[in-house]
């Protein structure tokens, strides 16, 4: 951490099953899971914990990253989101309320309103979904997606053709998503 002025940060959000006051059912999944094995990752981790009965609200995570930023070394142009199921929808809502905060995004097996696709049509995009999914519907991706290449933006999907709910696992396992991260910085929007 002392090695270097700022670095990268990857605010990742569970899904429903991980809400409540038990900080452990964070590590059930993702980058944390990782990390508790023993995993270093070249960037700051940030995995908040969604109250039981509540969704994620974007203007809660801004002020949690403000707070992060204002304590920490966090490189603001080198800001990441990615997020699970209820934690994916959250990802795609983050992008639509701060676009402007923010490098990448990796929703997984989460969609949004495809009306809000103009609002981070310029952010690098890459999202995942099982195509036997059937907690969320493989269309709610689909549909950001194609939202996002008709205002401009050039999202990547990932759809694993034998993964129901669980696309994360293979996501959060692969190397190349996590360098495909650190490639972005944060770009205005033009």
């Keep these: ?7 990268p940060l990857v605010l990742f959000l569970h899904g429903s099953g991980e809400r409540g006051g038990n900080l452990e059912l964070v590590k059930k999944h993702g980058p944390p899971k990782r990390i508790a094995a023993g995993k270093h990752f070249p960037f700051i981790v940030v995995s908040p914990q969604c109250p039981r009965g509540r969704r994620w609200k974007p203007v809660e995570l801004v002020s949690l990253l403000d707070a992060i930023g204002g304590k920490y070394r966090v490189d603001a142009d080198r800001i990441y989101v990615t997020g699970l199921s209820m934690g994916g929808a959250g990802t795609w ?7 402007q905060r923010l490098a990448a995004i990796a929703p997984i097996c989460g969609g949004s309103d495809r009306k809000t696709a103009q609002r981070f049509a310029h952010l690098p995009v890459w999202a995942f979904h099982g195509a036997k999914d059937t907690a969320r519907s493989l269309a709610r991706t689909q549909e950001m997606i194609a939202a996002l ?5 050039k999202p990547k999907l990932t759809i694993y053709p034998d993964a129901g ?16 991260l650190l490639e972005h910085k944060r770009v205005e929007k033009k």
């Design 165 to 180: 709910h669980d696309a994360w696992t293979a996501t959060y396992n692969n190397p190349a998503f996590y360098t495909w």
């Design 149 to 153: 290449k008709e205002q401009g933006g």
């Design 93 to 99: 809502d983050l992008a639509a309320f701060a676009a």
């Design 1 to 7: 951490y002392d090695q270097q002025k700022s670095w």
